[in-house]
T-cell receptor, first 108, second 111 residues
């Protein structure tokens, strides 16, 4: 079946530093959705990005289909960015196939 | 952004009992999903639903599970009877086409 690998598994930053999170796929990529999972567990959709680059504030998502990867760049990190970042690829019948996530801690 | 609501936020029940998890999706959305996340583990797809029918269910969607959306009201996940391994956070999502929007989850603990 389709596998999704995220890296790094965890990351610790000082406030103001940038972060680059990666998502790789073992089979063809249909599309990609990035989520932020708060420490309490709730999910926030960050990007739906089938290809190319999308930006929202300090967040940038780049998906390269032929290389079967997507990245999430966080610039000038803040302590409120701490949490888990999840990527998911869109499978058949639009079901999401998830990675294990990157746990991010931003220290003041 | 669009809001998906889930009721209850937490539920503790004894093994063997029935539980119904309720999802209030975004009003004009057509596609509905349930996902399961065991603490510390990967989020996993359970089932999706469109036009009153199940489109696909995963191997995690056991015979004890059922979904419905009677008369356009709540989209529900029923587990009857519950088992210990059903303890998890259950997330509901809805979409109009591409982007799925998630509820805050229901934390289910089966004792």
């Amino acid at each position: 079946g389709q596998q999704v690998q995220q890296s790094p598994a965890s990351l610790v930053l000082q406030e103001g530093e940038n972060a680059e999170l990666q998502c790789n796929f073992s089979t063809s990529l249909n599309s990609m959705q990035w989520f932020y999972q708060r420490p309490g567990g709730s999910l926030v959709s960050l990007f739906y990005n089938p290809s190319g680059t999308k930006q929202s504030g300090r967040l940038t998502s780049t998906t390269v289909i032929k290389e079967r990867r997507s990245s999430l760049h966080i610039s000038s990190s803040q302590t409120t960015d701490s949490g888990t970042y999840l990527c998911a690829t869109v499978g058949d019948n639009s079901k999401l196939i998830w990675g294990l996530g990157t746990s991010l801690v931003v220290n003041p | 952004g669009p809001k998906v609501l889930q009721i209850p936020s937490h539920q503790i029940i004894d093994m063997g009992q029935m539980v119904t998890l309720n999802c209030d999706p975004v009003s004009n959305h057509l596609y509905f999903y349930w996902y399961k996340q065991i603490l510390g583990q990967q989020m996993e797809f359970l089932v999706n639903f469109y036009n009153g029918k199940v489109m696909e269910k995963s191997k995690l969607f056991k015979d004890q599970f059922s979904v419905e959306r009677p008369d356009g009201s709540y989209f529900t996940l029923k587990i009857q009877p519950t088992a210990l391994e059903d303890s998890a956070v259950y997330f509901c999502a809805s979409s109009l086409s591409d982007t799925q929007y998630f509820g805050p989850g229901t934390r289910l603990l089966v004792l």
